[in-house]
């Protein structure tokens, strides 16, 4: 298409696997969640800073709770949902039911912090809790940016481990001709078979060539995107002493210990109780108050 259209492909099944043995994820919440964290990494490429990031909620009314993403510059992106253990039964199709998980009203939320004085925020309406009708519907209502989204996640039925993951953005330029806007969609259904191909062995590029190739796809650069979250001891005692002295000194004089657990990877942090008292000298300190 002459560099018409902006196209982005993922393989995600080892992203997706590194997400669902984080979070002991059910079937049906390997394959809501891995649609979203793969369309967040391919969003998150376009991140040009390391200070960047991308956030998208899906706070919907399904059994799943809300769905959250974070993305960083390369494809680096971690996520979790309220409810990873829960299984729902298949739909009449025998496909997983991601909506029903998900949700089919709500809202989607996009927040881009681009290290400016203000993140963007967009949102929309949830349509049909699919995830890739979401992200398609929210990219025109509010970026003004039509655009092709496919999501795939097929996990084994048994054990649950992903077999194969993978995603396609395709989104017209200002100056795409209309022609090259009917082609794209008449490939919509084409480009569903995309993670079918590569569990069957293809490679990525060679899977979008032969389900698109007439399009003349050209790939420009190769990156490699990972579950990978970026929480820390350091950062969790940043959040602890940001609790302030009243709370801390309640938890040290209730409990003596503290256990916190990150949302995105299920790592636990312990802090014994002269940790704790450690921590609460600096939150005296920043609040200007003496030593206790």
């Known amino acids: 298409m002459e560099g018409a259209v902006n196209m982005t492909a993922i393989s995600g099944r080892e992203l997706v696997e590194a997400a669902r043995q984080a979070h002991g994820l059910s079937h049906v919440c390997t394959a809501a969640l891995g649609r979203l964290l793969m369309q967040t990494a ?6 040009k800073n390391a200070s960047d990031n991308l956030t998208v909620i899906f706070d919907g009314d ?17 996520g979790y949902c309220d409810e990873p253990s829960i299984e729902l039964p298949l739909k009449p199709n025998g496909k997983l039911d991601v909506s029903g998980v998900v949700g089919s009203s709500g809202e989607l939320r996009v927040i881009r912090d681009l290290s400016l004085k203000e993140p963007y925020v967009g949102r929309c309406a949830i349509t049909d809790g699919e995830i890739a009708n979401d992200f398609a519907n929210y990219f025109v209502i509010s970026e003004q940016q039509p655009s092709l ?22 989104q017209p330029l200002p100056f795409c001709p209309e022609r090259d806007i009917y082609a794209l969609e008449s490939k919509a259904q084409d480009i569903t078979r995309l993670t079918k191909t590569i569990e069957d062995g293809m490679e990525l590029e060679d899977a979008v060539i032969e389900l698109i190739g007439e399009l003349h796809p050209e790939f420009t650069e190769k990156l ?11 950062k969790i005692e940043a959040a602890l002493i940001s609790m302030g002295h009243e709370e801390l000194s309640d938890i040290i004089e209730k409990d003596g210990q503290a256990e916190l657990t990150c949302r995105f990877c299920d790592k636990k942090y312990r802090f014994s109780k002269d940790e704790l008292t450690a921590l609460l000298k600096e939150a005296c300190k920043k609040e200007g108050m003496d030593d206790r």
């Open 62 to 78: 399904g059994a799943g709770g809300r769905f959250v993403a974070v993305g960083h510059e390369g494809g680096r992106v971690k």
């Open 149 to 170: 989204v496919y999501l795939g996640v097929r996990v084994d039925p048994q054990t649950g481990e992903v077999r194969a993951a993978s995603g396609l953005m395709l």
């Open 42 to 47: 391919m969003m998150s490429v376009q991140l």
């Open 224 to 234: 490699h995107p990972e579950f990978a979250c970026d929480c820390s001891r350091e």
